[in-house]
């Protein structure tokens, strides 16, 4: 995962270059909106910078229009994704790191659904610029570590301290005062405001 920048860097360049040129299009190609390219650009100065705070919020604005992303642009949000995802496991960051995961992998298969042709084509033309990078075994590994944290924590992203108590326990008062119904028997703290 150490040669993810010139990785990153070469995946950009390519990036920039297939939008820039045109080439030829056919009907299934979607035309890419003025802001989906702007942020492509902006993704891949992020990250060809090391800002990885300015490079997530990118990925995440980009990952609303998965629809109308070109297979490069898909490639670039998923690298994006991944930086992420390591960024946040060194720093041992686990919410951050579930929400990436989350992300990384509805990318993925918003646009295998869109055009499988085409973004199977832009992977693997990926991992010949990156061998190490296989965004199929990474989705797939994703997705089993997100099955695993569901299965434990029921599907809630929840915070790792546990949450304070708002009642007494009854264990604290004595056996005589548990069971009573006059308010007058109840220690002055556990009295009904009058």
Request: a negative charge; hydrophobic letters at 40%; charged letters at 25%.
């Amino acid at each position: 995962m150490k040669h993810i920048l010139p990785f990153i860097i070469a995946l950009a360049t390519l990036a920039l270059t297939a939008t820039s040129c045109g080439g030829d299009s056919t009907k299934e190609q979607t035309v890419v909106s003025a802001d989906v390219e702007e942020q492509n650009t902006q993704l891949a100065e992020a990250l060809s910078a090391g800002n990885l705070k300015a490079a997530s919020a990118m990925a995440d604005s980009m990952s609303l229009f998965v629809d109308d992303f070109t297979p490069e642009q898909t490639v670039q949000v998923l690298m994006a994704f991944l930086t992420v995802h390591n960024d946040a496991v060194s720093k041992k960051e686990r919410r951050r790191d579930l929400e990436t995961l989350r992300k990384y992998v509805d990318v993925y298969d918003i646009a295998l659904s869109v055009n499988p042709k085409d973004t199977r084509a832009a992977f693997e033309k990926a991992m010949r610029i990156n061998p190490t990078v296989n965004f199929d075994s990474i989705a797939q590994s994703f997705r089993e570590k997100l099955t695993q944290y569901d299965a434990i924590h029921d599907g809630s992203l929840i915070t790792d301290e546990p949450q304070q108590a708002d009642t007494v326990a009854a264990d604290t008062m004595p056996a005589s005062r548990q069971n009573s119904d006059n308010p007058a028997d109840l220690p002055l703290e556990l009295r009904p405001a009058e």
